[in-house]
């Protein structure tokens, strides 16, 4: 029962380089994320809301993104979460990570 | 870091955060809500999906609030709440544990504090690593003339010598004496002291013959003249003499004699030291400062050959003992010539109020275990609801530094009190030892943390020990597995305790045999005046002439019953032993008896028996055959089933004299001594130091004034120290007294502890078998036989509890040997009393538990469970 509380079968780490992917979209509340990844994955990706506001936290806590409240298109207020320039330059640093890690796990598999 | 900025400011603002927080979470679900429903789910069924879809709520608010805030730290604080919420509810363990602890570490800060003082003692100094001591090759201390020689040779840039001695100091009509120290008028020069008003001594008072002037110090300062700035020009009448005080020392001054150091400081003169002529009597300690770019290696042989060349060049006077002389560094000083039972007595006391907090905190952890195990079911709930060992276990730490708090909150202020009560004897001085300090501060802190590990630990980590859940199951019962670390408990209590009683009785009683040994003399009604003469103003007759007109005042005093001249005080520690032949019997090897000079009625003033022949009396004089008068050891070892009286003996240096008179036999250097032979000649005959006894029908302690105002006009250039019989006598006695008396005082402490903490217990171990009483009782045991065998498990346990206690303190027993007088380590009167007392406390303790146990109805007990 740690803080991290990932869906299953994501690596560490993962669900953020998501996150600040998406955000990449341009801003958008905690719902607006999760349906996000859920339709761009195909359905594979569905975050709860145990994982995905965590999540959020420790971005904002390691200031990658910033929140402020909003209005949501059915007039309800909602916050909203932007990418910072150095959650920016996070993602790319992950980005590149995660492309190593993914090549060499394919290189295994095709052996 | 930026992170922990924001985390400070969510710290602020965490109210907001969550409701925002729980607000986002709200919508969250909305949305998913409709979203749901715009798809064809109806209503309920899409409520229900979502809920299951988005997972733990509250979890997640959780793990947000964990991940900004500072959780271990917050768990703190909510367990210290709730530990004082839980404690107050147990006021009787608070009470318990407050005064135990209270007690355990009061003491030990009092203790601790009293010793680090003193041997931790920095006399004041500018630059102390460029100082040093320096010692000649016969002795620890220099002749004034060898001094100068030190001085001239300039192997040291400057060198200073002291002297302690005790000065009376008149005020109105009374005498008291204090203790000062005698200095080279460069004394502060080369220590690098300034006055705190005033000057130190100058130039002026080296240049004049004799000086009388003082510096005093500033605790003499407020106790004699309220501080008053006025003191300056003012003067003290020290010995009959009137000193002007030019200076104040400043506040903090550590002297140079260790940390119980002189009210006054004077200038050496021949009115404070008569010898300051003769080279050949040692009476100053020297310290000098290294020049800029000395070694203490290159002094050292500095000054081994300078004392060679005063070895040849003063042959009689300086003699040489096979030692060189020796420089070392200053701080050496204060301790130099200390006996090692000082330090062995103190590391000893310490050693005791450490068992005694030790003895406190088991007390404490036993009732916390108690206290533990009755709170199975809550400590099971918490541990299934998702709290860690650790945090259940921190939880209990906490507690356990609650009440150590607790007893720190009491035994502090406790420990401020009692410095404040004034000490007995000759533990006075050390009184100002208590004070808020850095050094205190840490020490209380360590025996804080020490004590909550100790007291908490094993209930924290047996509470929390696996199988929880299956207890609950059971309901507990007598898990007889693990009982035995409560047992071990009550062992190990008693065995410290009996380890205690042992070590406070032995000293007792040896302080009681000391009390009563028989020295030989009357040391409680005696009045002792010690002076100091000038030879070269009291050549030998004259001193007998002054001893006579000393003695002629002091007679006439009411309550005075005899008195008389000699050159020593027995037990003060100033025997001077002589070679010795029977006259013309050179084949038996030269023994050594101690000698002294003693004038008539010497024997009565001190109430030793004349067992045989004739006292001296008004015919043995100068010009008159020599006489002797000696010991029965003496007696029995060098004349053996012969008649002393009429045989001749001769000593080293002395003609040949004719036995008149036997003495019984008395102590003379210490308590403990074996007898010896003592041989005693008339002071009429050869009179050297001049000591006055006089025998008191009225305690002695209310003449010593009278005494000391007959004689302080007799010559004005004499200093005297008036003091009694057991006064005079050595330190060694009143410091075991004090001694004697702490260890008795601890001893007593941790036997009162233990009596709680066995009480509490054994009670507990005995509560613990209830339902397994119960369950006998109704199947047909008689209520005196379980009564019985409680009994016994109580008497198995503390039988354990002495064995290993008895066989540490039989283990320790050769330690004591050097303190005990009378008594041997392995005494069994103490042993067999240490036994009973705690043999009586522990059945005691268990029997209430025990007929309690026996009448309990065994149906409520069962059903209580």
């Known amino acids: 029962m740690g803080v991290t509380n990932q869906p299953q079968d994501l690596l560490p780490g993962t669900l953020d380089l998501l996150v600040l992917q998406t955000l990449q979209q341009g801003r958008m509340h905690g719902y607006g994320i999760a349906q996000y990844l859920r339709i761009k994955s195909q359905d594979v990706l569905q975050v709860g809301e145990s994982s995905l506001y965590p999540a959020l936290q420790r971005l904002l806590l390691n200031g990658w993104v910033n929140a402020e409240w909003g209005t949501s298109d059915n007039n309800r207020r909602a916050r909203y979460y932007t990418l910072t320039a150095g959650g920016r330059k996070h993602l790319a640093a992950e980005r590149a990570g995660f492309d190593q890690l993914f090549a060499a796990i394919r290189r295994v598999l095709q052996a | 870091m930026s992170a922990l900025f924001r985390r400070l400011v969510y710290f602020f603002q965490r109210q907001r955060v969550e409701r925002e927080l729980a607000e986002e979470l709200q919508f969250h679900r909305d949305m998913a809500e409709r979203d749901l429903r715009r798809s064809g789910v109806p209503e309920n069924e899409a409520a229900r999906a979502v809920s299951r879809a988005m997972g733990n709520m509250t979890l997640a608010r959780e793990d947000a609030r964990a991940l900004w805030g500072y959780p271990w730290f917050e768990s703190i604080w909510q367990d210290l709440r709730h530990g004082v919420r839980s404690l107050r509810r147990s006021p009787g363990l608070v009470v318990v544990s407050a005064l135990s602890l209270g007690l355990g570490i009061g003491i030990n800060a009092i203790l601790f504090m009293s010793a680090s003082r003193v041997y931790r003692h920095q006399p004041t100094m500018a630059r102390p690593e460029r100082m040093v001591g320096v010692e000649p090759g016969n002795a620890n201390q220099f002749s004034y003339p060898d001094y100068q020689e030190l001085l001239r040779s300039r192997i040291f840039a400057d060198a200073l010598g002291f002297r302690t001695t005790g000065l009376n100091l008149r005020l109105r ?3 008291t004496p204090v203790g000062a120290l005698a200095v080279t008028s460069n004394f502060f020069d080369v220590l690098g002291v300034g006055a705190r008003l005033g000057r130190t ?28 700035p006025g003191v300056i020009g003012q003067s003290l009448l020290l010995n009959g003499q009137s000193f002007l005080i030019v200076g104040v020392l400043p506040d903090g001054y550590g002297a140079v004699t260790g940390w119980i150091g002189p009210d006054l400081y004077v200038p050496i003169s021949r009115l404070i030291l008569p010898t300051i002529d003769e080279r ?9 400062r ?19 060349s005063l070895e040849r060049a003063y042959p009689d006077r300086d003699q040489g003992s096979g030692r060189p002389a020796s420089v070392f560094p200053a701080e050496a000083m204060q301790f130099r010539g200390t006996p090692v039972q000082f330090f062995l007595v103190g590391g000893l006391l310490l050693a005791s109020v450490g068992l005694v907090l030790v003895i406190a905190c088991v007390n404490v952890t036993g009732l916390l275990m108690a206290r533990a195990a009755m709170r199975r079911s809550e400590i099971a709930i918490r541990v299934a609801l998702g709290a860690g060992r650790r945090r259940v276990a921190q939880a209990m730490l906490i507690e356990s530094f609650l009440l ?9 202020p406790l420990a401020f009190a009692l410095s404040r009560v004034p000490w007995p004897g000759v533990m006075g001085p050390l009184q100002g030892a208590m004070a808020l300090d850095r050094t205190l501060l840490t020490f209380a802190f360590a025996l804080i943390v020490a004590s909550t590990l100790v007291c908490g630990l094993i209930p924290a980590l047996k509470a929390t020990h696996g199988a929880v859940v299956t207890e609950i199951q059971q309901n507990g019962g007598g898990a007889t597995a693990r009982l035995w670390l409560r047992h071990a408990l009550v062992v ?7 380890m205690l009683m042992v070590v406070a009785l032995l000293c007792v009683r040896s302080q009681a045999y000391i009390g009563n040994v028989d020295l030989g003399f009357d040391i409680d009604h005696g009045v002792v005046a010690r002076f100091s003469l000038d030879s070269s103003q009291y050549p030998g007759q004259e001193r007998v002439r002054f001893a006579e007109r000393v003695m002629e005042r002091i007679q006439d005093l009411h309550g005075v019953t005899s008195v008389s001249v000699a050159n020593v005080v027995p037990l003060g520690g100033d025997s001077l032993l002589r070679s010795f032949h029977p006259a013309g019997r050179t084949d038996i090897p030269g023994s050594r008896p101690s000698a002294f000079r003693v004038g008539p009625r010497y024997f009565q003033s001190l109430a030793i028996p004349l067992v045989r022949g004739r006292d001296f009396d008004a015919s043995n004089v100068a010009d008159t055959p020599a006489v002797a008068i000696v010991n029965e050891t003496f007696a029995k070892t060098h004349f053996p089933g012969q008649d002393v009286i009429g045989q001749r003996v001769q000593t080293a240096g002395e003609p040949e004299a004719e036995v008149i008179g036997v003495v019984r036999d008395s102590r003379i250097d210490t308590i403990g001594e074996a007898p010896q032979s003592v ?34 006009d007799l010559d004005g250039t004499a200093p005297v120290s008036v003091q009694t019989l057991r006064g005079a006598a050595s330190l060694e006695l009143s410091m075991r007294r004090a001694g004697t008396v702490l ?18 217990v054994m009670a507990y171990v005995v509560a613990s078998r209830t339902v397994e009483v119960a369950v006998r009782m109704a199947l047909g045991a008689s209520a005196a036989r379980v009564r019985r065998e409680i009994l016994a498990q109580v008497f198995g346990l503390l039988a354990a509890g002495v064995a290993i206690g008895g066989a540490a303190s039989l283990g320790l027993a050769p330690a004591f040997r050097t303190f005990l007088v009378g008594v041997s380590g392995f005494d069994p009167v103490t042993f067999g009393a240490a036994v009973t007392a705690l043999a009586v406390v522990g059945l005691a303790a268990g029997i209430v538990p025990a007929i309690r146990a026996s009448r309990v109805h065994p149906m409520r007990a069962l059903r209580r469970q």
Do not use: C, K, N
């Not at chain 2, 001594?201 to 000086?211: C, D, L, M, T, W």
């Not at chain 2, 050949?280 to 000098?288: F, H, I, K, Q, R």
């Not at chain 2, 290294?290 to 060679?308: E, K, R």
């Not at chain 2, 000649?681 to 305690?699: K, N």
């Open chain 2, 679 to 712: 041989i005693y000649f008339p002071f009429a005959q050869g009179p050297g130091r001049v000591i006055v006894h006089a025998r008191t029908s009225v305690p002695p302690e209310s003449m010593v004034s009278a005494v000391a105002r007959a004689v302080e």
């Open chain 2, 280 to 288: 050949g009597s040692p009476s100053l300690s020297v310290l000098a």
């Open chain 2, 492 to 498: 190990g209590q008693v065995a410290m305790s009996l």
């Open chain 2, 290 to 308: 290294l020049g800029p770019d000395a070694t203490i290696a290159q002094a050292q042989s500095a000054v081994a050959s300078l004392w060679a």
């Open chain 2, 201 to 228: 001594f100058s130039a002026a008072e080296a240049a004049e013959r004799e000086p009388r002037v003082v510096v005093i110090t500033s605790g003499f300062w407020q106790r004699r003249f309220g501080g008053d």
């Open chain 2, 404 to 412: 150590v708090m607790t007893g720190a909150a009491v035994g502090l």
């Open chain 2, 743 to 760: 260890a008795g005082s601890i001893g007593v402490v941790g036997l009162v502890l233990t009596m709680i903490g066995l009480y509490g």
């Open chain 2, 173 to 175: 009509d009374r005498i």
